[in-house]
């Protein structure tokens, strides 16, 4: 009953998942990145080698790194990719490139997107239904829909890049919309699932700890306006933890890490996965500056080290290593080296006040997806050796906010416009310039007016011709006009030798890096303000 008004707003999405497929199938020639390499590798290795083989193979320098589950879905794909072309399969095969392999594992993405797919749609059915209006339910829907399958970003990171990120977004999303409905193992178990076939979103774990383990091992009662001081000051009395419920949580979570992990820890194994999984030797900074806080750091280490060039200071030949396009541990010639005890410490105290407030507000579950969205902001603006690609785990869920208010869809604005330019390094073949900027166009287009229409047409656009956004944020916007020509026309002009080839980089990242920081800032004064 509660499924029609939303399910009659989906009636759009068939068509949709078509064209999206067929977009993302244009692109089979487009430009892939060395990841086509890792993941033609990482079958090759689970297709020919037994299990206790698969964490120790280096034939190739892009050895297995991804959770076990990965790596059987890697082998599951390897029954299917033999009849495609069966030299893919071979280890010694390096950087083995044909049209049939190029095909399957291209097809491959865009077939694991019907999940995400399917996740979607299972949100916009269970979460979107608005009793007050159909109408809104199924524009909401569509946007929900169209905004992540068509996201730019997600685009050219899977489709062109070459990565399978679409269908583990949509394990996050299934666990989201499980935890929104109150099925509180339901979520735990497909997050869970997700955690160990990427590690990466273990950044927002401690939002899945600390909602899990107030509203689901506690439970609630109205008993504590009459307890304890202590009881009061903490948010829960141990009279209301249920053993039970923990006991459930802790089979759900143990039995998924027991199948996916269990194998390794029998054969004495657990400590070369692990090593293989969190390699801490890598360095601050990727080669490529993730567009956060600690590439402002770099960036002033940089001016401090020219400006003490200028007054005679010895600065020394360390600078280099942060623009050397290598990934390596990396030195400042200025400022202090930041160690991983440091951003970790960073992290934990940007995520601390929102987790605070959940613990706080149980039972809100509006609370919890912006939660996660600040969660995930904080670990990619502070976290240790981030990548550029890891800025769309804000992306996608912010996607899913954005229709809720107009801050959020302004908030939802700056960031995506930001995030998907900030990817742009990611293609740096002149071949795939028009492509990449038609998909940020197509995109920024799509999701601003789409937003502009969703929420009644009240903005008066103050941000010169954007919705939503003021008339600064705009003038900010806009600067990635110069930027880009700057970056692909202006610099081959003005750097004819050469000296400087990493500019175009270290400038869009840290120019995007003051974007995707002040869409957090707005995104956390949204969320401690709100009732």
């Not at 499924?3 to 244009?26: H, N, V």
């Not at 269908?167 to 919309?177: E, K, R, W």
């Not at 979570?253 to 194998?263: T, W, Y």
């Not at 959020?408 to 900027?437: M, Q």
């Amino acid at each position: 009953m509660v499924m029609e008004p939303c399910g009659t707003g989906t009636d759009l999405t068939i068509p949709i998942i078509f064209i999206s497929s067929l977009f993302k199938l244009m692109t089979l020639n487009a430009y892939h990145s060395t990841d086509f390499e890792v993941h033609r590798n990482w079958l090759a290795i689970t297709s020919n080698l037994q299990i206790s083989e698969w964490y120790y193979e280096k034939t190739s320098e892009w050895t297995l790194d991804y959770p076990p589950f990965f790596a059987w879905f890697e082998y599951v794909l390897s029954f299917l990719a033999v009849y495609f072309d069966p030299k893919m399969l071979v280890i010694e095969n390096l950087n083995y490139v044909s049209k049939k392999a190029v095909f399957f594992q291209r097809f491959s993405v865009v077939v694991c997107d019907l999940f995400l797919f399917y996740a979607l749609k299972r949100y916009c059915i269970l979460c979107l239904t608005r009793i007050e209006s159909v109408n809104k339910t199924k524009e909401e829907s569509l946007f929900v829909i169209l905004g992540v399958l068509m996201n730019a970003g997600l685009f050219m990171v899977d489709h062109i890049h070459f990565q399978y990120n679409g269908f583990l977004f949509g394990f996050l999303i299934l666990s989201i919309l499980e935890m929104k409905q109150g099925r509180f193992l339901h979520s735990a178990f497909w997050f869970t699932i997700l955690l160990n076939l990427k590690h990466i979103y273990v950044y927002v774990a401690p939002v899945y700890f600390v909602y899990l383990l107030r509203n689901f091992c506690f439970i609630q009662n109205n008993r504590l306006k009459s307890q304890s001081y202590i009881c009061s000051l903490i948010g829960v009395s141990l009279k209301d933890f249920s053993i039970k419920h923990l006991i459930q949580l802790g089979l759900v979570v143990l039995a998924i890490f027991g199948i996916s992990f269990g194998p390794f820890i029998y054969m004495g194994q657990i400590t070369q996965v692990l090593s293989r999984l969190f390699p801490v030797k890598r360095g601050l900074l990727h080669a490529y500056w993730a567009c956060n806080f600690w590439s402002l750091y770099s960036g002033l280490d940089k001016i401090a080290s020219i400006i003490g060039s200028y007054l005679g200071l010895n600065v020394g030949s360390r600078p280099a290593s942060l623009t050397g396009g290598l990934v390596t541990q990396q030195s400042f010639s200025m400022l202090p080296d930041i160690p991983l005890v440091v951003t970790f410490i960073f992290t934990v105290i940007a995520i601390l006040p929102c987790l605070i407030k959940i613990w706080f507000r149980p039972n809100e579950k509006n609370l919890f997806l912006p939660c996660l969205i600040l969660c995930a902001y904080a670990s990619f603006i502070f976290g240790y050796h981030v990548h550029e690609k890891a800025i769309l785990m804000v992306t996608i869920p912010m996607t899913l906010l954005s229709t809720k208010s107009e801050e959020y869809a302004r908030i939802f604005t700056i960031l995506s416009i930001t995030a998907n330019f900030s990817l742009f390094p990611l293609l740096y073949k002149e071949a795939e310039t028009p492509l990449k900027l038609s998909l940020f166009l197509f995109y920024t287009f799509l999701s601003t007016y789409c937003l502009y229409y969703f929420h009644g047409q009240k903005s008066t656009f103050p941000g010169l011709g954007i919705p939503f956004i003021k008339r600064y944020e705009a003038f900010y916007l806009y600067g990635y006009i110069p930027l880009f020509i700057y970056c692909n026309i202006g610099h081959n002009m003005i750097d004819r030798n050469g000296k400087l080839p990493f500019l175009p980089l270290m400038l869009t990242s840290l120019y995007c890096s003051i974007g995707v920081i002040w869409s957090w800032f707005l995104m956390y004064v949204k969320f401690i303000i709100e009732s």
